[in-house]
């Protein structure tokens, strides 16, 4: 069975990798306009960061997977397509800022139509909004050469979360497979169905009609983005109370009808997807006339930017109102651990919001290069497709530093922000990283990965998502505050 994937990105690789390395008696081909990108996957140096990936990509590659910019070739032989491309949001036009941009998926369905010669099962894999799978029916349909051509459209969601793909892939909570329950229909179910039992358990696959299986991807992603949001409005009220999140997180996550995953207080969600699929939620809802819907999901938005830009005022208040040319060391870039992905990651704002003060910032992520952050930090929001701004990329070449290490970032730096929560920010020698800051130094953690007390101890002030505030903090002005003389004590 020759299967061909268009899309060799976060997804399209791992995913077809995947498939390759467990299954007996198939050809996998994964395709991508950008040479650039083929090329990397057809390297020692992958194109994206994933534990465990170069494993499963080495064991495979040139025996059962393969990585190609011959798009028509490949597409034209294969049984089964997976429709793997980009599916951002709308930069412009109608439904700008909200809808998905199709743009990619119907070129690739256009591509498809033109090329086929045989029967071909076609898998939604990208997120699309509910009854997209009826537009590429259409569209094959519509534009189909050759006689001998048919199609059968899947939609198999996605499930993987970045920097834990491999473990997902080969052991995900559920596969969803959706499509016409008609007899064709069903049978396309069954061969994909075949596919995955080859290693996932048959009672782990789920089957429904095509537009359950698409809303249950839009519906997911929005509940878990809503968990996020939910325990980061329960921090900012911590904050103003005396509670502790993580305490909080711990007494209510023990509730099995709760659960404890996806609780932890963050400076916001990132990534590709959480903001984009409930954006396109949103226009769905409002499209179909439900505005009370729309308005629900669409303050799971409104949380996560006030939590980003509530730890951008903390910083600034904190730092006696004014970080103009003061030095800044953030830690950490990437939207969460174990990815060098920096799409929608909060860093984006909290730096940005700092730079729009004058800041200096040191940045060090361990997998974000330089180029990455400088490109990302020039561009305006959702502008990701378009030339970034000379002015701005020249202002931030003045204001950012990459550093190396941590400890290079921190070198006479007035505070420090923990911004990505990898694990070696877990245990840094806090006393060194004191010694070498400007007093009062301060640590803003925004991933609850210092230990507070011990920083406190120390000489720092600290401010952690959703932690009793720090005397420091709440009587800034008071230098007979016991925590302030302590720390002006030890200042140079
Ligand atoms: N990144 C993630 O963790 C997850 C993403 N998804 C969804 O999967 C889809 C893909 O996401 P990513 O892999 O992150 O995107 P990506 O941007 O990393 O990869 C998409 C690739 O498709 C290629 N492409 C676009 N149009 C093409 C065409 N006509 N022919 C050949 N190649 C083409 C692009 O060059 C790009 O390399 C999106 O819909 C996303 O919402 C779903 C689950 C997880
Ligand atoms: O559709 C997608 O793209 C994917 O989106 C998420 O995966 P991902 O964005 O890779 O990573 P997550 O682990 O979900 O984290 C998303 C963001 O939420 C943040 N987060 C996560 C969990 C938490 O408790 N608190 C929190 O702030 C993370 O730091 C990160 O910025 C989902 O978890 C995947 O199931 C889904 O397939």
């Known amino acids: 069975m020759k299967i061909a994937c268009i899309g060799a990105g976060y997804v399209g690789g791992p995913t077809m990798a995947m498939i390759a390395h467990k299954c007996e008696g198939v050809e996998v081909t994964v395709l991508d306009i950008n040479e650039e990108r083929i090329a990397a996957w057809n390297s020692d140096k992958l194109p994206i960061y994933e534990p465990g990936l170069e494993e499963v990509v080495s064991a495979a590659r040139g025996k059962t997977l393969f990585f190609s910019t011959e798009c028509e070739k490949h597409v034209a032989e294969a049984d089964i397509v997976f429709i793997s491309v980009n599916t951002p949001t709308k930069t412009r036009g109608v439904g700008a800022g909200y809808a998905a941009d ?36 259409r569209v094959l349909s519509n534009n189909v050469l050759n006689p001998g051509a048919r199609f059968d459209i899947l939609s198999n969601p996605e499930f993987l979360a970045e920097g834990t793909a491999i473990k997902d892939l080969e052991k995900p909570d559920r596969v969803i497979i959706g499509g016409r329950q008609t007899p064709s229909g069903l049978k396309a179910i069954d061969t994909l169905k075949k596919v995955y039992a080859q290693w996932i358990p048959e009672d782990q696959i789920l089957t429904s009609n095509l537009w359950s299986s698409e809303l249950a991807k839009l519906a997911a992603n929005a509940f878990l983005a809503q968990r996020i949001s939910s325990i980061n409005a329960v921090s900012a009220l911590c904050e103003k109370t005396g509670a502790d999140v993580s305490e909080i997180s711990k007494c209510i996550g023990a509730d099995s009808r709760i659960g404890p995953k996806f609780l932890n207080a963050s400076v916001g969600f990132g990534g590709s997807c959480f903001q984009k699929d409930i954006l396109n939620m949103v ?9 009370e819907v729309a308005n629900y999901w669409e303050s799971v938005i409104t949380i996560n930017n006030y939590q980003k830009r509530r730890f951008v005022d903390v910083v600034i208040s904190s730092l006696f109102n004014t970080v103009r040319a003061k ?28 730079l729009e003060e004058g800041a200096k910032l040191a940045v060090y992520d361990p997998q974000v290069t330089e180029e990455r952050m400088k490109m990302d930090l020039s561009m ?9 701004s000379e002015r701005k990329a ?22 420090l922000c923990v911004l990505t929560e990898w694990d070696e920010f877990k245990e840094l020698d806090l006393r060194r990283i004191y010694d070498s ?9 925004g991933r609850s990965v210092i230990d507070g007390k011990a920083a406190k101890k120390i000489g720092f ?5 959703g932690k009793p505030l720090d005397p420091f903090l709440t009587d800034p002005a008071s230098p007979n505050s016991p925590a302030n003389s302590a720390r002006m004590s030890m200042s140079p």
């Open 102 to 137: 199709m743009t990619y998926w119907e070129s690739a369905a256009r591509m498809i139509a033109r090329v086929s010669h045989s029967p071909k099962i076609i898998v939604e894999k990208s997120t699309v909004p509910v009854k997209t799978a009826q537009a590429v029916e």
């Open 283 to 291: 226009y769905i809802c409002r499209g179909l006339g439900l505005e």
């Open 327 to 354: 030095r800044i060391a953030i830690l950490g870039f990437a939207f969460k651990k174990d990815t060098g992905d920096t799409r929608e990651t909060p860093a984006i704002d909290v730096c940005n919001g700092l």
């Open 380 to 388: 305006d929001k959702f502008e990701w497709d378009h030339p970034y």
């Open 394 to 415: 020249k202002e931030v070449n003045d204001l950012i530093e990459c550093s190396e290490s941590v400890y290079k970032a921190c070198e006479g730096a007035h505070a």
């Open 437 to 445: 800051m400007v007093k009062p130094a301060f640590i803003f953690d």
């Open 461 to 465: 002030v600290f401010f952690g998502v």
